[in-house]
C-alpha cells in the first residue's frame, strides 16, 4: 500500500516494544482477511457452475471484489512480515492452523440456499465491520475499508435480495433457503468473539470491538429474514475456533487447491 | 443450469455522461430489479456505464424482415433527403 511507508517505525504509536504489535497488527489483519480469502475462494468454485449465466458472473464479480480487498491486506501483511515477504507468501504458504477466518466462509455451497445464506450471513457483518474500520487509526486499513465499502454494500444488497427472492418464491425454494440459514446459524456466533490480536488492536485505536456489533447485527439479519418470510432460527448452541485456526473439515481440501499451484511449482508468479 | 427459463431483457447503457443510452444485449432475470443487477454484473462490471435501463423483451415491438422491402427500399435513391447539399463550416463537428 502506498500510503506505508516500509518498515516506518512510528507506523504504530504505543509503548509496547514495536515488534510485538507489529505482529499483532499482522496478525490482526490476518483475520480480517483470511475471511474474505476463503468466502472467495468457495464463490470462486461456482465459476462456470452457477445456477444461471447472469448469478453465475454475479458470484463470480463477488468473489473477485473479495479477492481484491484480500490481496490489500496482504500487500500490508507482507510490508509488517518484512523479511522480502510478499503478498503470495501471506496467502499461500501457511499451515492451517495459521488461517485465521471464521468457520462460516468455509462452508460448503450444499446447494444455491447455502450460496446464499453464508454470503448474506457474512455481507451484513462484514458491511457493519468496515463501516466501522474506516475510521481506525490505521491510515491503510481505513483506506481498504472505505474503498471496499462500496463493494461490500452491493453484497449485501445482491445476497438479501436472493435471501427475499428464496424465501418469498416458491415451497421448494423457501424449504432450502430456510434449511440453510438454520444449518448455518450456528456459526454467526463466532463473528463476535474477541481474540487476542482483536483486544491489543482495539486498545491501539486500530481494531473493531466486533462484540458491540452483534445486536445490530442479529436485527438486522431478522429484518431481513421477516421480511422473506422465513424464520430467525432460536439455536443457542454455536460454534467456534476459526478465529484461532481449528478449523472444520472442509479447511483442509480448500487450502489444498488453494495452495495447490504455490506448493508444486515454489515462488511461481504470474 | 435451470430448466426452467426466466424472462428476456433487453438492457441498455449510458457510457457515460452526455451520451445516450445504447443497446448492450440481453439477459435473463425474474424481475426489473433482478434484471438491473443482473445487467450491472454482466454489462458493467468493466466500467463500461453510469446509468441502465432495462426493458422486458416482450415490450419491443420490431419490424419484420419480410417488411423491409416496402418499409425501407423506397428511400433508397431519394438521395435529396440527405443534407449532402450544403457545405458545413470546420467548425461544426458531429453532424
Not at chain 1, 492451517?96 to 457483518?125: C, K
Not at chain 1, 462500496?150 to 453484497?155: F, I, Q
Not at chain 1, 481440501?253 to 499451484?261: D, N, P
Not at chain 2, 419490424?63 to 458545413?88: C, I, M, W
Request: aromatic fraction near 10%; include cysteine; proline fraction near 3%.
Amino acid at each position: 500500500m502506498n500510503s506505508l511507508k516500509n518498515n516506518d517505525p512510528n507506523v504504530l504509536s504505543s509503548g509496547v516494544p514495536d515488534n510485538v504489535q507489529k505482529e499483532m497488527l499482522y496478525n490482526y489483519i490476518l483475520g480480517i482477511a483470511d475471511n474474505s480469502l476463503i468466502l472467495g475462494q468457495r464463490l470462486g468454485e461456482l465459476c462456470g457452475h452457477g445456477p444461471n449465466l447472469e448469478t453465475d458472473i454475479a458470484l463470480t464479480n463477488i468473489s473477485l471484489d473479495l479477492l481484491g480487498q484480500t490481496r490489500s491486506y496482504f500487500q500490508y501483511a507482507a510490508l509488517l512480515a518484512g523479511d522480502d515477504k510478499t503478498e503470495d507468501d501471506v496467502a499461500f504458504l501457511r499451515i492451517e492452523r495459521e488461517y485465521r477466518n471464521i468457520l462460516l466462509v468455509e462452508q460448503p455451497g450444499t446447494h444455491f440456499g447455502y450460496v446464499i445464506a453464508r454470503q448474506f450471513l457474512f455481507d451484513i457483518y462484514h458491511l457493519l465491520f468496515m463501516e466501522k474500520l474506516q475510521f481506525s487509526k490505521d491510515e491503510t486499513l481505513a483506506a481498504i475499508a472505505k474503498k471496499g465499502i462500496k463493494e461490500v454494500s452491493y453484497h449485501v444488497r445482491f445476497s438479501s435480495d436472493w435471501v427475499k427472492r428464496l424465501g418469498d418464491g416458491t415451497e421448494e425454494s423457501k424449504l432450502k433457503i430456510q434449511e440453510a440459514i438454520d444449518d448455518l446459524w450456528g456459526y454467526t456466533d463466532e463473528m463476535f468473539h474477541l481474540t487476542e490480536p482483536d483486544t491489543a488492536m482495539i486498545s491501539e485505536g486500530i481494531g473493531i470491538d466486533v462484540s458491540g456489533l452483534k445486536e445490530l447485527y442479529y436485527s438486522k439479519v431478522s429484518e431481513i429474514l421477516n421480511e422473506a418470510t422465513l424464520e430467525v432460527p432460536q439455536g443457542t448452541f454455536f460454534q467456534k475456533g476459526g478465529k484461532e485456526g481449528v478449523h472444520s473439515e472442509y479447511m483442509g481440501y480448500i487450502l489444498s487447491e488453494l495452495q495447490y499451484m504455490q506448493r508444486t511449482y515454489p515462488n511461481m508468479k504470474w | 443450469m435451470s430448466k426452467k427459463n426466466w424472462p428476456l431483457w433487453e438492457i441498455f447503457v449510458r457510457s457515460k455522461n452526455g451520451l445516450e443510452h445504447r443497446h448492450f444485449g440481453s439477459l435473463h432475470a425474474t424481475d426489473a430489479e433482478m434484471a438491473l443487477e443482473n445487467a450491472r454484473d454482466v454489462y458493467t462490471r468493466r466500467n463500461e456505464g453510469v446509468s441502465i435501463w432495462v426493458v422486458e423483451s416482450k415490450h419491443i415491438i420490431a419490424s419484420n424482415p419480410e417488411n423491409n422491402g416496402e418499409l425501407f427500399e423506397p428511400a433508397q435513391d431519394k438521395v435529396y433527403r440527405h443534407p449532402t447539399f450544403y457545405t458545413l463550416p470546420d467548425e461544426i463537428k458531429h453532424m
